[in-house]
């Protein structure tokens, strides 16, 4: 099955602590994005990457990090910068810049 | 913000009615999306019309386009309690990548 897998489905972090998550995708594309949703509201871009090995800062960069190692792989940082990261995080993909596919999604919630 | 704006916010209607989303944007775009979001899940991507279209039809799907009044609507023929969700216009894409995206409209479809 291709699609884009995204883990975990919950987590929670104490402040102050950094936590990764995960985004693999089996679709060959070259694309990769991940937003953040808060309730009620449309998604943000945090960082998107065209190609492997290189990235891109979104609209609300600051106290992130992500890695493009792999064409499958897109793992976001949420580090202890971020004052507010108790969100809905998403990752996405696609081929051009136009249709993306989306992951499940990944509930972080600080504690 | 470049944000678009879905109109309405939230929409409750009878199972078998039509539901019709609105959307208008501030920029010129090359192309509009239309996305759907069931609660607490990924995006699924429904339709993406260019600029250069008036009007694209999938299964009981119809988007238009006015690039003149920089709005767009979407209208759900014969509704499902299924189609319960909210509904994202978006734009952007193309060479940037970068997808803008609104609030989105709640959809309620009662059975």
């Known amino acids: 099955d291709g699609g884009i897998t995204q883990s975990p489905k919950y987590l929670f972090r104490k402040e102050g602590q950094n936590v990764t998550l995960s985004c693999e995708q089996n679709l060959n594309h070259d694309a990769m994005y991940w937003y953040r949703q808060d309730p009620g509201q449309g998604l943000r871009l945090i960082y998107y990457?065209?190609?492997?090995?290189?990235?891109q800062k979104g609209d609300i960069a600051e106290g992130y990090s992500v890695s493009r190692e792999k064409k499958e792989s897109f793992p976001l940082t949420v580090t202890s910068a971020q004052k507010n990261p108790t969100a809905f995080y998403l990752c996405a993909s696609s081929i051009t810049g136009n249709e993306q596919f989306f992951g499940p999604g990944t509930r972080l919630t600080v504690l | 913000s470049q944000q678009g704006e879905e109109d309405p916010q939230a929409l409750s209607i009878q199972e078998g009615e039509n539901a019709t989303m609105n959307c208008s944007y501030k920029t010129s775009i090359n192309n509009l999306q239309w996305y759907r979001q069931n609660s607490g899940r990924g995006l699924v991507h429904l339709i993406l019309?260019?600029?250069?279209?008036r009007e694209k039809h999938s299964g009981r799907l119809r988007v238009t386009l006015d690039t003149s009044k920089k709005s767009s609507s979407l209208l759900i023929t014969a509704s499902r309690a299924a189609d319960t969700a909210s509904y994202f216009c978006v734009h952007g894409g193309g060479s940037n990548y970068k997808l803008t995206f609104g609030k989105g409209t709640l959809l309620t479809v009662n059975p």
């Open positions: 990457s065209q190609i492997v090995n290189d990235f």
């Open positions: 019309i260019r600029s250069n279209e």
